[in-house]
């Protein structure tokens, strides 16, 4: 053992191991833990030197620190902020001050002249980072409480960047969060890791989660990123590109990239141009800005490394420990690296029997809506605006924080934090899912909406908003009180039923959030739902937009593809997106995907929908459906379709895809559609697909037993059927009192239709409204032996309750 390990005060990090919390602190012995055992299985981890909490305590006994801090902070009124910030810094000016004894500031020239050489260097570049003995405690989530100190060269910045990470222990929010959690300031330590820097500031860098952090989703990694050094992101400054990949079919081999969303990555941070100026902020080149920052094999790869260190992290405490990761790219050598990695500590405690649901009690909402952006966790709060700028403007001019107040900012930083801590809820500009304000409103359970672009020139200082995040991965800021119910159940109450509950899922954004209500599966996934607010644009206009002369339409459509190959590789990804984000959610269940069954009126709405679309006098019984998909006007764009589920099915593995052929008005048509499925890839039985027919049309249940031989399962649409039997619009005002799903015709279709269903073995389940509304109904269908009933999640409750009783009284 060499001299300066037998002194304590240094360590090599492939040295160091997740047993040596109270040494090294948390952070420092999960990398060496890492390079230690992830290093066998390919992961790259850049190895360092460790200076000990043993060097820290001397270095406060040497200066005689303790009692002097204690007094500075006794004095501290929490409720002040000014108080604390005055505090706050007297002791990091105080610690920055002081001098190091000189023995150990030449161990840590020493092993730095060492650790440069090894990189045939003189004065090597090294990320310096603070790592406190109680910052990773799943009771104490310290998000980004101490400092890293990026591209630090020579050993006097060096010293300089350990002083000062000492004195970082010490911030406002560090010193606000010991007391409010009653840690004792001088039982935590810090220790300080000096690491090799992955050049990517030439690269691309950025945060890996291996849960969904909205929904704590298990079976997800989320990948956030963008170009330079990773600070811009957690700093909120950049949104970043966002991967979501998912874990099950990636274990098998799948490339099951399942989401991609481009980020605004206008700003990078890279290498400063001399020694007092360490990083500097760029804008980032046009280019780039247009290109995801990570190719999807590369996502891929850090997707794989992800669960691996989770994996390993599971084992090493014998429980679920999903994980939060900070990974970099070299520009230089093209490598990827984890740069470091704890476990996640919050959504991983959360408890799923418990569900609350907020409804919104408000049909004309849209009218009120001020600005959206990014949400963040899946509540509604109000309270009014405080626009903050900066907390020294305020400070000084005695602008008050009131508890209560929504804090409307550019972004924040960690000194926000007691501020935080008093607010309704957070509205940020900039930022992306895991940005600081992120990060702290999760811990905090506050609603935040980040990324909004200009919240602060839009919303009026003290005016009265609702901030709500209960409508999916968009968050609305509502001018005004928006009138809403909270609803809390616990499923571990909810009768148990033999009749499979399947939902009907519209928005992929929700997916996520459903899959931890009873089901047995997705009755249907209407991919209109994704086309319209995924993709915008009529799938011909795509295709065929250079040829219509139309300037205006041609740049609207090379905007929307930006980060894609070309139109057809856009549409495709994008619905195989949508249909992928919700099959996962409810993997291995069946998820049913009904092609687009847009009316021409509806199509005609898409971008560049005018130049395809005929005027039909009644579009409900029109061009519709099944009659679209084999005509030679509409075929190319079904084929998008098809080439969409295919991709879902065999590229990301999710074969729980089964599709659904809606508005197929006789045998023949069906016949000719899948005709058309064979040509782009798909055929019925190949690699388990499964085709179910929408039972809509009263011919289907007339011919449902030459329909059967076709198909595996009819799924009844009660809308249509209802307005087809008893031959009314539905729309229509004037004769919507007749319409009634329980109506004894339409009982009597969907009676002949169950029973010939069962007769021939093909599966019969229902995907309308009527069996939550009306619980007769719903004994009607369970009487007759129905497969499934699928409903919209906010039903889902009330609708176990009605099948129990049912099925209780037979």
């Known amino acids: 053992m060499t001299e300066h390990q037998q002194n304590g005060y240094i360590l090599p990090l492939d040295k160091v191991g997740i047993n040596d919390i109270e040494k ?104 310096v980072r603070s790592s406190a003995t109680a910052e990773d405690l799943p009771d104490a989530s310290f998000a980004g ?13 060096l010293i300089n960047a350990v002083r000062n990470c000492f004195a970082s222990l010490f911030t406002d929010r560090a010193i606000s969060y010991r007391q409010s959690f009653g840690y004792d300031h001088f039982s935590i330590g810090l220790s300080v890791c000096i690491q090799k820097m992955v050049r990517s500031d030439l690269g691309a860098s950025g945060v890996a989660f291996s849960i969904d952090t909205e929904s704590g989703f298990k079976d997800a990694v989320v990948i956030n990123g963008s170009y330079g050094l990773g600070e811009m992101i957690v700093q909120g400054s950049v949104s970043p590109d966002e991967f979501i990949v998912f874990k099950p079919t990636l274990k098998d081999g799948f490339a099951s990239l399942i989401e991609k969303k481009m980020g605004v990555k206008d700003k990078m941070m890279v290498y400063g141009d001399d020694t007092d100026e360490r990083v500097k902020i760029i804008p980032t080149e046009k280019g780039f800005q247009n290109r995801f920052c990570l190719k999807d094999e590369t996502a891929l790869k850090l997707a794989d490394w992800v669960m691996k260190i989770e994996d390993y992290y599971s084992k090493l405490k014998n429980k679920w420990t999903p994980m939060d990761v900070e990974w970099a790219i070299d520009g230089l050598s093209k490598e990827l690296f984890i740069v470091q990695a704890r476990p996640e500590t919050i959504h991983s405690q959360k408890n799923f029997d418990t569900i609350t649901e907020y409804r919104i009690n408000d049909a004309n909402r849209s009218d009120k809506v001020i600005i959206k952006g990014i949400a ?42 007691p501020i935080m801590k008093k607010s309704s809820a957070i509205i940020t500009n900039k930022g992306g899912r895991t940005c600081h304000a992120a990060i702290v409103a999760r811990e905090l359970g506050v609603p935040a909406i980040v990324g909004c672009g200009n919240a602060t020139d839009v919303l009026a200082q003290g005016n009265f908003i609702t901030v709500s995040c209960a409508e999916g991965e968009t968050g609305y800021v509502y001018a005004g009180s928006i009138p809403f119910e909270k609803m809390e159940y616990n499923l571990n109450d909810l009768p148990a039923i033999k009749t499979p509950l399947m939902l009907n899922v519209a928005s992929p954004s929700m997916s996520f959030q459903f899959s931890h209500l009873p089901n047995k599966g997705v009755g249907l996934a ?45 549409f495709i990804s994008k619905l195989s997106y949508g249909i992928a984000k919700i099959a ?5 269940n069946k998820v049913i995907v009904r092609f687009s069954d847009f009316k021409s009126n509806e199509y005609y709405n898409l971008l560049g929908g005018k130049y395809f679309e005929p005027q039909e006098e009644n579009p409900m019984i029109g061009w519709r459906g099944a009659s679209r998909y084999y005509s030679d006007a509409y075929k190319k764009a ?21 599709v659904m052929v809606p508005f ?19 055929k019925r039985g190949n690699n388990g697909l499964e085709i179910y027919l929408m039972a809509e049309i009263p011919s289907n249940i007339l011919m449902a037993e030459e329909f059967a031989q076709h198909i595996d399962g009819f799924s009844i649409g009660s809308n249509d059927l209802t307005q087809l039997t008893l031959g009314l619009d539905r729309d229509s005002s004037l004769v919507a009192h007749l319409y009634d799903e329980r109506n004894p015709a339409v009982k009597r279709l969907i009676g002949n239709l169950i029973d010939t269903a069962k007769k021939n073995k093909v599966k019969v389940g229902i995907c309308g409204q009527g069996p939550s509304d009306f619980p007769d109904f719903a004994q009607f269908l369970v009487e007759k032996g129905i497969d499934s009933i699928s409903v919209t999640p906010d039903s889902v409750i009330k609708t176990i309750k009605a099948i129990a009783a049912v099925e209780r009284k037979r």
């Open 664 to 682: 197929c008005r006789t045998v023949e048509e069906l016949l000719k559609v899948q005709e058309v499925m064979k040509e782009y890839g798909l």
């Open 145 to 157: 409480q101490q400092e890293t100190y990026l591209n630090v060269r020579g050993p006097a910045s």
């Open 584 to 588: 996962a959610s409810f993997f291995p």
């Open 376 to 417: 963040v966790g899946d509540k509604i709060a109000s309270g009014n605006v405080n626009i903050f700028f900066s907390l020294d403007k305020r400070v000084i001019e005695g602008h008050e924080f009131k508890d209560g107040d929504v804090l409307v900012t550019d972004m924040t930083d960690p000194d926000w934090e």
């Open 526 to 570: 209407r991919e209109e739902f994704i086309i319209n607010n995924y993709i915008q644009i009529h799938p011909l206009a795509l295709l065929q937009h250079h040829s219509l002369n139309d300037e205006e339409l041609t740049k609207e459509i090379n905007h929307k593809i930006i980060g894609f190959e070309n139109e057809e590789d856009f």
């Open 638 to 658: 079904f084929g998008l379709e098809c080439k969409a589920i295919k991709k879902a099915r065999e590229e990301m593995g999710l074969t729980n895809v089964v």
């Open 24 to 127: 090294v602190g948390g952070k420092n012995a999960s990398l060496g833990e890492m390079l230690q055992n992830l290093t066998g299985l390919g992961i790259n981890i850049p190895n360092g030197f460790v200076i000990t909490v043993a060097a820290y305590k001397k270095f406060i006994a040497f200066n005689n620190l303790e009692n002097t801090v204690k007094k500075i902070i006794n004095k501290i009124d929490y409720n002040e902020i000014e108080s604390l910030r005055r505090g706050g810094l007297q002791v990091r000016q105080l610690i920055k001050n002081s001098r190091f004894p000189k023995d150990l500031s030449q161990l840590i020239i020493d092993a730095y002249t060492k650790l440069s050489k090894n990189y045939d260097q003189d004065v090597t570049d090294v990320a």
